[in-house]
């Protein structure tokens, strides 16, 4: 990050992160930053980074992981794909590639590079959804811990903040031996967002 870098108008700033080419030789396919943003949005989304189909259609979350986390909120694509209303920021903006057992992990160099700037430019966030291990440790105090038990501490950070699992249907094994998140926290947080996007 650079002084000029935090003073760019915000326009700018988002332009810049759209051309960004950082981690280009590292990448699998050719850079494609997928995020969606506007400083009127009250909710944001923290993900680990696109997958092959958003890096493809541009469009984050556009996957069944995406249908998931829409219903675990109770809003459709329409709210969910409005930047006024919801910021997306993955920890990762690019696709990093597949590994032996799913995606990799998000690109290194992205989040120092740009999430400072962009998150303290959203001056409106009301709730922040963390998603997966890697947005945990970014976000979340006290460092890494396993996700499942960074959930089951849901209270801690609540109403600002709310861990989640990854919605991916890779989890499905995890939501069977855990009830208790689609039953006590799923509620809570469509709850939240009605009163959050509802005013």
Partial sequence: MTSIESRLPFEELVAQVRQCRICESQLPLSPRPVIQISRDARI??????????????????????????????????DT??????????????????????????????????WRNLLLDRLEQIELTLVIGQYAHAWHLPGGKAPVTERVRRWREVWPK??????????????????????????PELQQRVRAILGR
């Fill in 44 to 77: 944001l989304v923290v993900g680990q980074a696109p997958g092959r189909r958003v890096h493809e259609t541009g469009l984050p979350f556009n996957d069944p992981s995406g249908d998931r986390l829409r219903d675990w909120m109770g809003i459709g694509r």
């Fill in 161 to 186: 903040m709310l861990p989640l699992p990854h919605p991916s249907p890779r989890n499905n094994l995890w939501l069977r031996r855990n009830p208790w998140f689609e039953e006590e926290v799923v």
């Fill in 80 to 113: 969910f794909y409005d930047e006024n209303q919801l910021a997306i920021l993955p920890m990762g903006f690019c696709y990093p590639g597949t590994g032996k057992s799913g995606d990799l992990p998000p690109r290194p160099e992205c989040a120092p590079a």
